[in-house]
């Protein structure tokens, strides 16, 4: 399976921005998937996960701020990330079973 990410960039304290990740193969749809972050000189850490029935797991400090899901007809999930800080600066990964998406960078400018 590749992943290939796409929707980070530059935003303001208070915005918007939504990451996108498709995934290419087969079995998407059977699979859990998952968006970790790594900031400056932190480890990587767990964002968001949605598993196969839809269930969600969320950071303590994104809930209420972000919303992950995932559409099986495009292999693709997402996170839809407001009221974004400059703490959630960091470089954001899409993960499903053995792989990871290239990392994809969000800055956050207070």
């Known amino acids: 399976v590749l992943l290939a990410a796409s929707g980070g960039g530059l935003v303001q304290a208070g915005g918007s921005l939504r990451l996108s990740c498709a995934a290419s193969g087969r079995g998407f749809s059977a699979v859990g998937v998952a968006w970790y972050r790594q900031a400056p000189g932190k480890q990587r850490e767990l964002v968001a996960s949605?598993?196969?029935?839809?269930?969600?797991n969320y950071a303590d400090s994104v809930k209420g701020r972000f919303t992950i899901s995932r559409d099986n007809a495009k292999s693709t999930m997402y996170l839809q990330m407001n009221s974004l800080k400059p703490e959630d600066t960091a470089v954001y990964y899409c993960?499903?079973?053995?792989?990871w998406g290239q990392g994809i960078l969000v800055t956050v400018s207070s």
């Open positions: 993960r499903v079973p053995n792989a």
């Open positions: 949605i598993a196969v029935g839809g269930t969600t």
